[in-house]
């Protein structure tokens, strides 16, 4: 079975704290995908990765970075934590050169106070 | 226009009636296509992939894809309430796009 770990399932970080969300996966998957969902917002691409030390913006990255020096880790970074960041992050990651199916981690509830 | 477009819901459908989702998708180079169910407080999981104009069956589940109308279906035989979830539709077009999801209710 694909296993995709998040390393918190629950965080309370203060406003302008550098905050870092771990992701690890162990079927040697090349692609790896951020998200955070939002009531009726649905998943939002934040950043992905196609292979070690490569990083794409999705479609709200401001705010955000990445980190994946290893295949099998990708960190999302927020530099300065702000309440508006408050949400539901999801890391996934799939198979192939443009992806198959995506796995998902059991996701973090970030709260920023 | 979004990339990925489902109706939010919720449907609502009686115990073993078919329940039936649909979604649109707005980039023509799109080249796969998933069906994901996410039950409340829970991280999404992967139901269905399809690939290819036509129909798949997996069991109760069967996704329908037609290219040229940039539509993807889902449906579900004899639904069940435990089937009660939300059903995000996604996409990758290089990268991977997900629909809001339609929130499905199955009434006993």
């Known amino acids: 079975d694909v296993k995709v770990t998040q390393s918190s399932r629950y965080l309370v970080k203060r406003t302008g704290e550098k905050v870092f969300l771990e992701c690890v996966q162990d079927?040697?998957?090349?692609?790896m995908f951020w998200y955070r969902q939002d009531p009726g917002l649905g998943l939002r691409l934040i950043y992905f990765?196609?292979?070690?030390?490569?990083?794409e913006k999705g479609d709200i990255p401001e705010g955000y970075s990445v980190s994946r020096e290893k295949k099998e880790r990708f960190s999302l970074i927020l530099e300065s934590a702000s309440t508006n960041q408050t949400s539901m992050y999801l890391c996934?990651?799939?198979?192939?050169?443009?992806?198959?199916?995506?796995?998902f981690g059991q996701g973090t509830r970030l709260t920023v106070v | 226009q979004k990339e990925v477009e489902q109706n939010s819901g919720p449907l609502s459908v009686p115990e073993g009636a078919i329940a039936s989702l649909n979604c649109t998708y707005s980039d023509r180079g799109s080249q796969s296509f998933f069906w994901y169910r996410q039950y409340s407080g829970k991280s999404p999981e992967l139901i269905m992939s399809i690939y290819s104009n036509g129909d798949k069956e997996d069991g109760r589940f069967t996704a329908q894809l037609n290219k040229a109308s940039q539509y993807v279906s889902l449906l579900i035989r004899d639904s069940q309430p435990s089937d009660s979830a939300t059903y995000l539709c996604a996409v990758i077009n290089y990268k991977l796009i997900f629909g809001s999801g339609t929130r499905l209710l199955v009434r006993p």
């Open positions: 990765s196609y292979d070690v030390k490569m990083k």
């Open positions: 079927m040697d998957h090349e692609n």
């Open positions: 996934a990651s799939s198979f192939g050169p443009k992806g198959t199916e995506a796995f």
